[in-house]
């Protein structure tokens, strides 16, 4: 059963570096049928998806992130990574890794909050 | 981007009930789209794929359709289980943009 996992600081100060990833288990992060997002939502609110990357390092960003975000991928460790620079209030959220398919977004982590605050 | 409008943003039905939820495309997205599920402090997760395909052990009740730019998701008969709150989601363009969601209730 594939299983994914975020992992990273909880707390990040305004104007820093947000840094999680999140490992894949239980099957390989370099098959060639599926993309590996980041969709994160603030407390209370809907769902944004922030990126996502093909195991060959193509990276796709929403536009109003684009400037602040990197994904990565690692294959060796079956780990993929986001970064998000320049932190402020509004990115305050939970933030999931998530698989994307043919079809969707079928497997996803349980989630990750992130409190930027000083 | 393309804004994906959702409907009602909540609602309150009896157990047993029909209960519908539409989604509208700002423009044509054919049938790349996607609802999910979300019940609180839990991940979403997937129901119905391409407008209408049932995803692998997702009960019966559950069934979506449409194509274009309107899309509808029904349960047909509403169960306690189902407390969650409910999101489409276009992957016809990038980027994958949400509805704003269904939060849905039992009465």
């Known amino acids: 059963q594939l299983q994914l996992q975020e992992s990273g600081p909880g707390l990040v100060k305004p104007s820093e570096t947000l840094s999680l990833t999140c490992t894949v288990s239980g099957g390989s992060i370099s098959s060639s049928s599926y993309y590996w997002g980041w969709i994160r939502q603030p407390p209370g609110k809907g769902l944004e998806w922030i990126g996502s990357?093909?195991?060959?390092?193509?990276?796709y960003y929403n536009p109003s992130l684009k400037s602040r975000v990197t994904i990565s991928v690692d294959t060796s460790k079956n780990q993929f990574s986001l970064k998000l620079s320049s932190v402020t209030a509004a990115d305050t959220a939970v933030y999931y890794c998530?698989?994307?398919?043919?079809?969707?977004?079928?497997?996803w982590g349980q989630g990750t909050l992130v409190t930027v605050s000083s | 981007d393309i804004q994906m409008t959702q409907s009602p943003s909540s609602l309150s039905a009896s157990v047993g009930d029909r209960v519908t939820i539409t989604c509208q495309a700002s423009q044509d997205i054919s049938n790349y789209l996607n609802w999910y599920q979300q019940k609180p402090g839990k991940a979403p997760k997937l129901l119905i794929y391409?407008?209408?395909n049932l995803e692998t052990g997702v009960p019966s009740r559950f069934s979506g359709s449409g194509s274009g730019t309107d899309f509808t998701f029904t349960i047909s008969s509403l169960q306690p289980e189902d407390i969650a709150t409910y999101y489409c989601q276009q992957y016809d363009n990038l980027p994958h943009t949400f509805g704003g969601g269904t939060k849905v209730e039992i009465k």
């Open positions: 990357i093909y195991y060959s390092g193509s990276t």
């Open positions: 391409d407008a209408s």
């Open positions: 998530a698989r994307r398919g043919p079809a969707g977004y079928d497997y």
